[in-house]
């Protein structure tokens, strides 16, 4: 367990602690009040774009150009091409739907469906990017073309666009899945399962209340597990092993601010809020700094945070922060740009989701804001076998010549998921052969598999708890600093 200190190995983690000078208060006081007004003219500007009856003498500012809308309620089995598509996605799709076919072609053999429900089109301001939605399916298909390759039932995968959360296309698409168990889709098990927001909950409880087994691969908040939600699987850390994690490696912050999503529908970052307060409550001294995404004054929130954060004649208060990537470099521009940060070393803490941030964005010329984005891994990708590596690079080696995926955690992570689900469904074939085995064949062997068994993964095998989530999981972490990104442990 890590103590105080002022020094850390890495470089650039170093905490001090400096008294306030003379009218620190009443300065604080008058910047809160401004930041206050500036909040309060961010929601006037957003009340008069919804119709509240609000209005201002000045024009509220043109919303961003709305992406093209998913296809709602379609399922595609590789061969439907997703709005907000590019090159790598029609390739993998392609790929899909190719072995799709195989699996539907092979007389005498037998094949259920695997249904990925993730966002496939992009939304604003959401930080599942067009690269890790790519990821997500090469992890799957090649998942895919493992079971195919290994068992005696054949796996067809499909997909199922979930939307962004400003879309809530998850209930339409639960529904329709739900109608597909039967002849020729044979759905029986869900791997993906959204991004741990509201809607993500709404679709998982119709999901479970309907007997379908689901295994969840990306970042997960505290509640996405089996004891919520019956028949749950949890292949990646949740947000209360991150933040331990943080908590238990690194030297603890005499001094500390939290900076969190306002969002009540985002469990995620609602999750690292409650785990920074808990794990780091001898180290925040300063007041926490919430903010909304999103909306017009986003970046003013983010202005004034920076500023208030800094405003010390020392070194700045670690920040603790609770939000999403899509914002981070926006608020980590912010503190590099403002003036009571020029000189200053802003060490920020964060979670798995901060694996999205392009280390670039903490490149900065001297005398400005020197930043530092410290983060939790999901999957440690210095541990994938050599089989896995090998059967990536034949299997997808045309689709991603460079092997960029080998250095994604959300790959490695839905394949992950892909694998959890094969571990139940096959006892369940050889319980019911020849007969197809259903959702709720597949659901009991979930349940009285719990703690028992182990599915192999692209690091090796890993175990699951009676709660369905992943034992003891290997969390790096990560610094991305100076424009470069480092492994701080592995």
């Known amino acids: 367990m890590a103590t105080d200190s002022d020094v850390n190995t890495s470089g650039g983690f170093a905490f001090t602690q400096e008294k306030s000078q003379i009218g620190l208060d009443r300065e604080r006081k008058e910047r809160r009040t401004r930041r206050m007004l500036a909040a309060g003219l961010g929601v006037a500007l957003a009340a008069v774009g919804t119709g509240t009856g609000l209005y201002l003498t000045s024009p509220a500012p043109k919303a961003p150009k709305a992406p093209q809308p998913p296809c709602l309620s379609c399922v595609s089995d590789g061969s439907h091409v997703f709005p907000g598509d590019d090159q790598a996605m029609r390739a993998v799709l392609a790929a899909i739907a190719k072995e799709n076919a195989a699996v539907r072609a092979r007389k005498g053999r037998p094949y259920v469906s695997i249904m990925v429900l993730n966002p496939m089109t992009p939304g604003v301001g959401s930080d599942l990017t067009p690269t890790r939605m790519v990821d997500e399916l090469r992890g799957a298909y090649l998942a895919q073309v493992t079971m195919d390759a290994t068992g005696t039932l054949g796996i067809q995968l499909l997909l199922d666009d979930e939307g962004t959360s400003a879309e809530a296309n998850v209930v339409p698409a639960v529904r329709q899945l739900m109608t597909m168990e039967g002849a020729p889709d044979h759905v029986v098990a869900l791997a993906g399962d959204g991004v741990s927001n509201a809607q993500t909950a709404t679709g998982a409880s119709m999901l479970v209340r309907n007997g379908m087994p689901i295994f969840g691969g990306l970042t997960a908040a505290d509640e996405f597990n089996g004891n919520t939600f019956n028949g749950m699987i949890q292949v990646e850390p949740d947000v209360a092993e991150e933040v331990a994690q943080l908590a238990s490696w690194l030297p603890t912050p005499r001094t500390a601010v939290l900076v969190y999503d306002q969002q009540a529908t985002d ?197 699951l708890s009676a709660d369905g989530e992943i034992t003891s999981p290997d969390i790096p972490i990560f610094e991305d600093k100076a424009g470069q990104r480092i492994t701080l442990s592995s």
């Open 267 to 463: 469990y995620y970052t609602s999750d690292l809020r409650t785990n920074f307060t808990q794990d780091y409550a001898k180290s925040l001294t300063d007041e926490a700094q919430p903010y909304m995404p999103g909306v017009s004054d986003t970046n003013v929130e983010f202005e004034a945070i920076a500023d208030e954060v800094c405003y010390t004649s020392g070194r700045p208060p670690v920040v603790l922060y609770a939000g999403r990537d899509a914002v981070l470099a926006a608020l980590v521009q912010q503190f590099q740009d403002d003036g009571n940060c020029h000189g200053k070393k802003i060490t920020m803490l964060t979670g798995g989701d901060g694996d999205g941030l392009a280390p670039a964005v903490t490149a900065s010329a001297p005398g400005t804001g020197q930043v530092s984005v410290i983060y939790t891994g999901m999957v440690n990708l210095n541990n994938l076998t050599s089989a896995f590596q090998q059967s990536y690079q034949q299997t997808l080696g045309k689709l991603d010549p460079g092997d960029t995926g080998l250095g994604d955690e959300w790959m490695a992570g839905t394949y992950n998921a892909m694998m959890a689900a094969w571990a139940a469904i096959q006892p369940a074939y050889e319980a019911s052969a020849p007969a197809i085995p259903t959702r709720s064949d597949v659901l009991g062997f979930v349940v009285r598999l719990n703690g028992m068994f182990t599915p192999s993964g692209a690091a090796g095998s890993f175990p």
